[in-house]
């Protein structure tokens, strides 16, 4: 019992150090909340299509990969024999360049050196 | 300073370290009124220099706010924790410094005439805590956490990191320690008028 009641007392300065260190503490935790990045809001659907439209470069370029798309599935989805007579539409056609074209990427040999 | 009682929460103290983690300062003062006292007493009582249990009191007390937020609901007490940090930090001390023996210890300064009852608790208090130093350290630690802190046997096990069983064979070797070294200071100390 008299050891117990001869327990030491707090000083006010002990007292004001470890408060001291709890707001520190505090104050830490309060900067490394701050410093992360915030959260990134969802674009949402519109947000989405302007985000992937700014990136690609525009209206522009996205109405030619469109077309491009188009005509692709149409070739794609058409016959070859559809296709004769069509090449006397495209100017400055020249069938002997476009057999030659074909019979260089034929002959393994033509690119070789020596 | 006279610390008010810890009277200004009934939260449990898991609620206050939540509540300091999520910001709150009052929490963080309620704790220390309530933790401070006890911690302070332990760390004196197994160090027997004010200093060093000071320093070993903000040093727990720091770790206590650092570990706030990461703490896990249900495992152990804040205190029981609490307790153990101290234990481990007192044991840090001691190792660097050589325990006292008994006869060594200085004689109780003269006072000024007071109420002899008074003068006599106070030397039996400086006789306790002279013989305490005497002892084994861990005995001391459990002799001090059951008596003094008046903890139970399975909360200073926890503290310890020892079996209920190995803390009662402590703190009984503990009292047969004190009782051989103070039995040669029993008049001196009173203990024969008490009868």
Same mark, same amino acid.
């Given at each position: 019992?008299?050891?117990?009641?001869?327990?030491?007392?707090?000083?006010?300065?002990?007292?004001?150090?470890?408060?001291?260190?709890?707001? *520190?503490?505090?104050?830490?935790?309060?900067?490394?909340?701050?410093?992360?990045?915030?959260?990134?809001?969802?674009?949402?659907?519109?947000? @989405?299509?302007?985000?992937?439209?700014?990136?690609? #470069? #525009?209206?522009?370029?996205?109405?030619?990969?469109?077309?491009? @798309?188009?005509?692709?599935?149409?070739?794609?989805?058409?016959?070859?024999?559809?296709?004769? #007579?069509?090449?006397?539409?495209?100017?400055?056609?020249?069938?002997?360049?476009?057999?030659? @074209?074909?019979?260089?990427?034929?002959?393994? *040999?033509?690119?070789?050196?020596? | 300073? &006279?610390? +008010?009682?810890? %009277?200004?929460?009934? %939260?449990?103290?898991?609620?206050? /370290?939540?509540?300091?983690?999520?910001?709150?300062?009052? %929490?963080?003062?309620? /704790?220390?009124?309530?933790?401070?006292?006890?911690?302070?007493?332990?760390?004196?009582?197994?160090?027997?220099?004010?200093? &060093?249990?000071?320093?070993?009191?903000?040093?727990?007390?720091?770790?206590?706010?650092?570990?706030?937020?990461?703490?896990?609901?249900? &495992? %152990?007490?804040? =205190?029981?924790?609490?307790?153990?940090?101290?234990?481990?930090?007192?044991?840090?001390? /001691?190792?660097?410094?050589?325990?006292?023996?008994?006869?060594?210890?200085?004689? +109780?300064?003269?006072?000024?005439?007071?109420?002899?009852?008074?003068?006599?608790?106070?030397?039996?208090?400086?006789?306790?805590?002279?013989?305490?130093?005497?002892? +084994?350290?861990?005995?001391?630690?459990?002799?001090?956490?059951?008596? /003094?802190?008046?903890?139970?046997?399975?909360?200073?096990?926890?503290?310890?990191?020892? =079996?209920?069983?190995?803390? &009662?064979?402590?703190?009984?070797?503990?009292?047969?320690?004190?009782?051989?070294?103070?039995?040669?200071?029993?008049?001196?100390?009173?203990?024969?008028?008490?009868?």
């Amino acid at each position: 019992m008299a050891a117990r009641d001869a327990a030491p007392a707090v000083s006010t300065a002990l007292f004001h150090r470890v408060l001291d260190d709890a707001a *520190g503490h505090l104050d830490a935790t309060k900067m490394s909340v701050k410093t992360q990045p915030d959260r990134v809001k969802p674009l949402g659907i519109k947000g @989405l299509f302007a985000s992937v439209l700014n990136t690609i #470069g #525009g209206w522009p370029v996205a109405a030619g990969l469109a077309i491009a @798309l188009m005509a692709g599935i149409f070739i794609g989805s058409v016959k070859p024999e559809q296709f004769r #007579g069509f090449e006397q539409l495209l100017p400055q056609y020249d069938t002997n360049s476009a057999y030659l @074209l074909d019979a260089l990427s034929y002959d393994d *040999g033509f690119w070789a050196e020596g | 300073m &006279e610390l +008010p009682l810890d %009277a200004t929460s009934k %939260a449990t103290d898991e609620e206050l /370290l939540q509540d300091f983690s999520n910001g709150d300062p009052a %929490a963080a003062r309620a /704790l220390t009124l309530r933790f401070l006292p006890r911690v302070l007493g332990f760390a004196t009582r197994m160090l027997h220099d004010r200093h &060093e249990a000071e320093d070993v009191a903000q040093e727990a007390m720091l770790r206590l706010w650092k570990m706030g937020g990461s703490w896990q609901s249900g &495992e %152990a007490k804040v =205190s029981t924790w609490l307790y153990r940090v101290v234990s481990n930090l007192c044991t840090d001390r /001691l190792r660097r410094k050589r325990t006292v023996p008994i006869d060594t210890i200085a004689e +109780p300064e003269d006072k000024q005439a007071t109420a002899h009852a008074v003068l006599l608790q106070a030397d039996r208090a400086q006789a306790l805590e002279a013989a305490l130093g005497a002892l +084994p350290k861990r005995q001391r630690e459990a002799i001090i956490l059951r008596h /003094l802190e008046e903890l139970s046997n399975p909360d200073i096990a926890q503290i310890m990191g020892v =079996s209920v069983e190995a803390v &009662e064979s402590l703190t009984a070797r503990a009292k047969r320690t004190l009782t051989k070294l103070l039995a040669p200071r029993k008049t001196e100390l009173g203990f024969e008028d008490d009868k």
